[in-house]
């Protein structure tokens, strides 16, 4: 039932559309647009005030003839930059790029255009479906600014299919890692570089001893990483400020925090060396989840996947997602590959195929009674 032709026009129009982070009013309106099309009422919350953005979270509930729980289906609108001009170039072999000095966009709207064809396909064939909510969020690349705002009251379900993931048809992620942020204000005192050094507290010097005693990379099923580090003001002037920001993944936010104590007991042993002070702060942008491989939500992807004689691999991703939103909000879900690759980069590509076989697992799933 899938119209493999409707969707890839669907795809490479929605590629045209402007839509980097909290500017997404244009890709809204036009998803509003193919909901209109499909008589689904819809309701645009506030998010995008509440992040400085243009466009809100997009959801829809629609009612279903099947005797089964509701699902929801989600991916973002919003794309990583340069996400301005963007074009699909589909070639013969069924590969679509963009004209490579712009992102594809496949990240997500790969997800947002399987999901719309797969709701046009079910609603036209008029076969009984589930009911079933779509989410479309803004502010995803900027660790999911937009489904922060979004007010979960308004879910009728408890397990969420979210189409977001760089990975084989077929493939969808039952765990996900934290994701622990931290960063370390070193202070130490202002000299001139060359009249009174001594008098000052070098402040960069210090943080450098503290980095180079910390154990970074792979630890275990942890990283942990710092990958900025700032300060001073001038080549002449001892530096009185220095920055370092970093952060942990783990499938458990507790290895993840204690490795990042680690790091801030170098910075403490160091600052108390060098006589500097410091202020030490950690922002968990997303907690470890993980969906059981007998979950039904799990069971119901490996059915969509057989219909369509598709392989199924469960895997366990350091990245982060809306996910992990839903799961801290007791909704059961699983990340699932839609059909992007070499993503956050201008060599990010699709494929006709892929987009095709993710709306038919959506499909699937949406007629499933399970």
Request: glycine fraction near 8%; hydrophobic fraction near 40%.
């Amino acid at each position: 039932m899938i119209n493999k032709n409707r969707l890839i026009s669907l795809f490479t129009e929605l590629v045209s559309i402007d839509n980097p982070s909290r500017h997404e009013k244009e890709m809204c309106e036009r998803i509003k647009k193919e909901l209109d099309d499909l008589n689904i009422s819809y309701d645009e919350d506030n998010a995008g005030e509440l992040i400085g953005g243009n466009a809100g979270n997009l959801y829809a509930y629609v009612d279903g003839d099947l005797n089964a729980k509701p699902i929801i289906l989600s991916a973002h609108m919003d794309s990583v930059d340069p996400a301005v001009g963007k074009k699909a170039v589909v070639h013969p072999d069924g590969l679509i790029t963009s004209e490579g000095d712009t992102v594809l966009g496949a990240d997500d709207l790969s997800g947002v255009a399987s999901i719309l064809e797969a709701v046009r396909a079910v609603r036209e064939s008029g076969k009984p479906h589930r009911p079933f909510e779509l989410l479309f969020d803004v502010g995803e690349e900027i660790y999911c600014q937009g489904i922060k705002n979004f007010d979960f009251s308004k879910l009728k379900s408890d397990e969420a299919y979210v189409f977001d993931l760089t990975e084989s048809i077929g493939t969808a992620a039952v765990q996900a890692a934290c994701i622990i942020a931290f960063e370390a204000h070193i202070t130490g005192r202002a000299a001139h570089a060359a009249f009174n050094p001594n008098d000052g507290i070098h402040a960069i010097k210090t943080a450098s001893e503290a980095i180079s005693r910390c154990k970074l990379g792979k630890i275990g099923d942890t990283t942990i990483n710092i990958g900025l580090i700032s300060g001073g003001t001038a080549t002449n002037v001892v530096p009185e400020e220095c920055i370092i920001k970093g952060e942990a993944r783990s499938f458990q936010n507790e290895l993840a925090l204690e490795q990042i104590e680690l790091v801030r007991k170098e910075i403490e042993k160091a600052c108390r060396d060098n006589g500097a002070e410091f202020t030490f702060n950690i922002d968990i942008l997303f907690s470890a989840v993980n969906t059981p491989k007998d979950d039904i939500t799990v069971k119901r992807f490996e059915n969509a996947c057989k219909e369509n004689n598709l392989p199924v691999n469960l895997i366990s991703t350091y990245g982060g997602s809306d996910n992990n939103y839903f799961m801290e909000k007791d909704v059961k879900g699983i990340v699932i590959a839609c059909g992007m690759s070499t993503v956050h980069s201008c060599k990010e590509t699709s494929h006709v195929n892929d987009l095709e076989n993710t709306a038919k697992i959506i499909e699937s799933l949406l007629l499933s009674d399970i």
